[in-house]
């Protein structure tokens, strides 16, 4: 079985300050790992995935994410937020190998101040 | 333009009745999914579709039911509907290989009420 925490329900930053938005996972074997976001009453958007290679992935809207196997971690960053991030993500994990349940955090709802 | 449509909207009904989301996508995918959002809980996989007529159950299928008779269409059934399946509903697809290669499309959601 999988599954994923998100420690932070909430996190409020200031405008153009730094963030980051924790997410750890739990698996026997390998996944894929990625970071949705819900803008309010809308449906999920992908913000990036890791399928393999670089542990590095940068997404749309300047968020990065950096995946570490060993501590099992798939932080997501942002140097700078604007008003327009503010919104709710959600980290997601899949085993990799094409096994199709997937498994979704409880959401992170990051509040920018202006 | 490529979308997920999912209908009604919103939906208050009462308790046994049977109800139907439907969800339909016009990018020709091979994978879609339904989910249910629930404040604190996240979303939650209730069933899912590699293709036409092969579905299979995600982590809270128990009290609801899928078809998939056409690639476009993936509805969602309630046979007997109880207050505990009050939520916001989602469908989403994407093109073969599913979730794990390739992005997945959400519809705008369905937010059920039920008494």
């Known amino acids: 079985a999988q599954s994923v925490t998100q420690l932070d329900s909430q996190v409020p930053v200031f405008e153009e300050a730094p963030v980051e938005l924790r997410c750890n996972y739990s698996?026997?074997?390998?996944?894929?790992l990625f970071w949705y976001v819900q803008y309010p009453n809308q449906g999920l958007q992908l913000l990036l995935k890791?399928?393999?290679?670089?542990?590095l992935v940068k997404g749309i809207n300047g968020f990065e994410a950096e995946f570490n196997k060993s501590q099992t971690s798939f932080h997501l960053r942002k140097p700078s937020v604007h008003i327009s991030d503010t919104a709710e993500y959600f980290c997601?994990?899949?085993?990799?190998?094409?096994?199709?349940?997937?498994?979704f955090g409880t959401g992170t709802k990051l509040q920018v101040i202006p | 333009e490529a979308q997920v449509t999912q209908n009604p909207r919103y939906l208050i009904t009462v308790t046994g009745k049977k109800l139907t989301v439907t969800c339909s996508q016009n990018?020709?995918?091979?994978?879609m999914s339904w989910y249910r959002q629930d404040p604190g809980l996240g979303l939650r996989q209730i069933y899912y579709?590699?293709?036409?007529?092969?579905?299979d159950k995600g982590d809270v299928p128990e009290g609801y039911k899928v078809s998939r008779k056409e690639k476009r269409n993936f509805p969602l059934i309630l046979e007997s509907p109880s207050p505990n399946q009050t939520s916001l509903y989602f469908c989403?697809?994407?093109?073969?290989?599913?979730?794990?290669?390739?992005?997945?499309?959400f519809g705008d959601g369905t937010r059920l009420s039920i008494l």
């Open positions: 989403a697809s994407s093109l073969g290989g599913g979730f794990g290669n390739q992005p997945q499309h």
């Open positions: 698996s026997s074997v390998s996944v894929y």
């Open positions: 890791y399928l393999s290679g670089s542990t």
């Open positions: 997601a994990v899949i085993r990799s190998g094409g096994y199709q349940k997937v498994t």
């Open positions: 990018m020709n995918h091979e994978y």
């Open positions: 579709s590699m293709n036409v007529e092969v579905t």
